[in-house]
């Protein structure tokens, strides 16, 4: 087994960026089509939703140019997703039910390293981070945003917090697939994509018997809402502004163990998926 | 027409083999985004800006959007089979491969719609929502529309055969459709800047959104039907061309 050091890790981001330019070079047309296609159904989810604030004027006391920040920050986590997600590695229950993370087991690399890095796709799936970097300097400048680099250091913590809230939900549900491998393959597509339309929503001036599930049991309003009304210096409903990393934190360190434990019980009764023949059941 | 029954009835039962248990993330996932997106109408709406619908016939629109999801925007298995192998199994059977694909969408329906559609019809006065048609033509209109979803879906399926099999590409593309050219979750008469007069001419408007637009009495009914008959026209034959050239490139690897 490998020794894991930051050196290393870095080393198999390497590893990961050369096969995804590899990708884009050998197969351009293809993987031009596919950025494209990313950033056509992002851009077209939240432009909706700006494009109503448009026509209304603004939603439940957020200006349209508060939305277009909503959005961009929504566009930016949609980039990161796809920039580190690209091998399945956060929609983690599709390695699991498939059988697939015996293959993994036989790398001379710790699990978690691998799942860290494998999906990393900087070529092929940083187009939409990079409009929503954009989209937010055009937002920032229309709300007349005091950006200070200690701003951009809480941009970096919230969206590091929002990713670590995907990451961590997904894995939590997404080790059922540990114990009901056909049933639960695409329970992470549920929890991520099932409710991102709801992510994009501006939650707020609606009643708090929506905004409380939503920021707690269900957590959309930390995907967008919470984070960009934070960094637009009025955090909603009186939680401050480290709600979504206390949050963040405390969902992490729950996957963390349920996971572990699913992952006890997989090694010990392995996987049913596969035939003798090599089939998929 | 037994066949095409039995095919849907199987697809039918063929969602609840694991249990009803299953089904249930899906219902309350749908749930949890019905509620806040009334809420986000109440909110939008009550802004004063002056649109040609007003609150009520919105909360109606979304909810009947809702709950008819599957048909208004229809989605057969047909990009997914072709990239798992599946659909090539369907080639072996004697009855026409696209009567098998609808009869089985129109089966996979069915769950969703008594385990979802139906309980939550019980909430709609609850939530202040009305579900009486504005016109008798939003049935006819609703066929039209189901009729016209199996046209581009094929259509779509034959784009992941000429695109090798990218079905994951394939639903993006459809998802970002659904959302603004449908007019399924946004009416496309919502929108600024003049899109909404030309967006209602393109065939996405004549699927999800005529429909709802007749229900709530928001649309003019002759030429939301027009619009639908003449989309259905021209997209039914250039599906049924674009499909039987396509099948000779079919590639599967399987699952």
């Known amino acids: 087994m490998d020794k894991i ?126 409009v929503g970097a954009i989209l937010m300097v055009i937002a920032a400048s229309r709300v007349e945003l005091h950006v200070t680099p200690q701003w951009v250091l809480l941009l970096f913590a919230f969206l590091l917090a929002t990713m670590t809230t995907i990451i961590a939900r997904s894995y939590l549900v997404s080790s059922m697939a540990f114990y009901s491998p056909v049933s639960a393959e695409e329970i992470s597509s549920q929890a991520i994509e099932g409710t991102w339309l709801l992510s994009t929503f501006p939650l707020s001036g609606m009643p708090s018997f929506v905004q409380i599930p939503l920021l707690t049991i269900l957590p959309e309003g930390l995907m967008a809402w919470f984070p960009s009304l934070c960094l637009l210096g009025r955090p909603p409903l009186g939680l401050g502004s480290y709600y979504p990393m206390l949050y963040a934190i405390i969902l992490a360190t729950v996957a963390a163990a349920i996971f572990r434990k699913g992952l006890n019980y997989y090694v010990k009764r392995g996987s049913n998926r596969y035939l003798p023949y090599g089939f998929r059941r | 027409m037994y066949k095409y029954y039995v095919t849907a009835r199987m697809s039918a039962q063929e969602q609840t083999n ?66 798992e192998g599946v659909l090539l199994k369907l080639y072996g059977r004697p009855f026409s491969v696209l009567g098998q694909l609808m009869a089985q969408t129109v089966g996979g329906w069915v769950p969703m719609l008594l385990m979802y559609s139906v309980p939550v019809l019980f909430l709609a006065p609850l939530l202040g929502v009305r579900l009486i048609p504005a016109s008798p033509a939003f049935f006819l209109s609703l066929l039209l529309c189901v009729s016209l979803g199996f046209a581009i879906d094929f259509l779509f399926a ?80 250039a599906a049924i061309l674009a499909f039987k050239k396509s099948q000779e490139k079919m590639v599967s690897y399987g699952g």
Not at chain 1, 58 to 65: F, L, N, T, Y
Not at chain 2, 199 to 217: C, E, H, R, T, Y
């Open chain 2, 18 to 83: 694991g249990g009803i248990l299953y089904s249930l993330p899906t219902v309350i996932l749908k749930i949890c985004t019905l509620l806040p997106l009334l809420y986000l109408w109440k909110t939008i709406m009550s802004s004063g800006a002056k649109v040609e619908m007003s609150l009520e016939q919105m909360l109606s629109y979304t909810f009947l959007s809702s709950i008819l999801a599957d048909m208004l925007v229809v989605k057969t298995a047909a990009t997914g089979w072709l990239s």
């Open chain 2, 158 to 237: 034959c784009l992941t055969i000429r695109l090798r099999n990218i079905n994951w590409l394939i639903d993006r593309i459809r998802a970002a459709i659904i959302v603004i050219l449908s007019g399924t979750i946004i009416p496309i008469r919502f929108l600024p800047f003049g899109l909404a007069t030309i967006m209602k001419f393109q065939p996405f408007a004549a699927l999800g959104g005529s429909p709802l637009s007749i229900f709530v009495g928001a649309g003019n009914v002759g030429e939301t039907l027009l619009l639908q008959i003449a989309w259905n026209i021209i997209l039914w034959p």
């Open chain 1, 5 to 130: 050091s930051i050196r290393r890790i870095l080393g198999l981001y390497g590893i990961a960026a050369k096969m995804d330019l590899a990708w884009l070079l050998r197969d351009t047309k293809y993987a031009i089509t596919v950025i494209l296609a990313d950033l056509i159904s992002n851009l077209a989810t939240v432009s909706s939703v700006f494009l109503l604030s448009v026509r209304f004027g603004g939603i439940g006391g957020m200006s349209s140019s508060e939305v277009l920040f909503m959005m961009a920050y929504s566009t930016m986590v949609t980039g990161l997703f796809i920039m580190f997600g690209a091998a399945n590695n956060i929609h983690v229950s599709r390695i699991i039910g498939r059988g697939q993370l015996e293959h993994m087991f036989i790398q001379p690399i710790p699990l978690k390293a691998q799942l860290a890095t494998i999906g990393f796709a900087p070529f092929t799936g940083g187009t939409n981070f990079i």
